[in-house]
C-alpha cells in the first residue's frame, strides 16, 4: 500500500468525451486530439490500434475515420514498470537498521521513477545504497515506497527495506497513526490563526493533474494548523510560517487546503492563485526559492518491527531558512 503524497498521475483511467453534432465531421484522431488537450494525436492512433478508443460500446480503430457526434470512452493503460537502476546519489540518511532507513530528502529529488522522471530519485539513490534489501519490496516500479512527498517539497521519508517492515508502516500510515508535522511559508496569513480544515479533496474536473478540494466524490482530507510567525504588519501580514500536522495524507493536502484558505504556500505553482506582495517576491528571489515553500520537518511513528518509539526532525534546507530570515526583517 502506497499513501499517495506525490503528485503523480493516476497509473491508469478511463477518459470519456462527448461531441456534439457541431464537432463531427473531420478525422476522428485529430478531433479527438483537439478536444483532449492532454493527449497528442499519435498518442490517440496508437490507443486506436490497441482497440482502446470506442463510441456507444463499439471499439473504434480507423483513425481516419470520420467524427461523429456521441460518447466516446479511451482507456488509458498505465504506463509498464520499468525496474529502476541504482545510482550513486548521496543521502542525508537520519536513521537506519535492517528493516528501514528514514532520510531527510532534499527539494527538487522526486520519490520514485514516474513518466518524465525515469532516474535520479529516492529509489535510484536507495538501489545503490541498500543494494538488494531494498528489490522487490512493495513492487518492482516503488520498491520500499510506503508514502511520498512532492517532489519539490524536502523533508523526512522513511522507506521499509523488509516485507514486515512495509507491511507494518503501511498499516500506520492507513491508520492515521503517524506522526507528520510539515513548515510552509505561505502568502498572507490564514484567519483564525490555527484551526483545522476538513474537507473531501479529489481530481479538479478542470485539470485532471491537480487536484482540488471537492464537495463530493473525493476523499475526506484533514490538516491540523497553527500560525507560528507572521511577518510585515500585524493587522494585515504579507506572509505567514505555519506548522500543518496532518491526519490523513492526500495528494496535495496541505497545499489545496491552504490555498482553499487563502493563504497558498509561497512559491507554489500550481496553487499560488496569485503572486505575493513585492516584498515577499523581492524575499523569495534573494533566497533562491523556485518551488513550493513546504518541508516535512517531523515524522514520528513506533517502528513496526521492534515496537521502538521513533521520531525524527528535519531542519529547514537553505532556500527556506532564508527565506525565513528575510520575512522575519519586514
Known sequence: MIIPDDDDPPPGETVALTLAAEDAGGRLDKTLAEHLPDLSRARIQALMAQGLVSRGGRVLTDTSAKAQAGDY???????????????????????????????????????????????????????????????????????????????????VVVVAKTDAAHQGLSALFAAHDIDRVYVALVRGAPSPARGTITTQIGRSSSDRKKMAVLKSGGREAITHYATTAVYGPQKKPLAAKLECRLETGRTHQIRVHMAAKGSPCLGDPVYGSGPPAPAVREAMGKAGLTRQALHAAVLGFVHPVTGEPLRFQSALPPDMAQLEALLSAL
Open 73 to 155: 470512452e479511451l482507456l488509458i493503460p498505465p504506463p509498464e514498470a520499468a525496474e529502476p537502476q541504482a545510482e550513486a546519489i548521496p543521502l542525508t540518511v537520519l536513521y537506519e537498521d535492517a528493516h528501514l532507513i528514514v532520510v531527510d530528502k532534499p527539494p527538487g529529488m522526486a520519490v520514485h521513477p514516474a513518466p518524465g522522471t525515469p532516474n535520479g530519485t529516492l529509489v535510484n539513490a536507495l538501489l545503490a545504497h541498500c543494494g538488494a534489501s531494498l528489490s522487490g519490496i512493495g513492487g518492482v516500479a516503488r520498491p520500499g515506497i510506503v508514502h511520498r512527498i512532492d517532489k519539490e517539497t524536502s523533508g
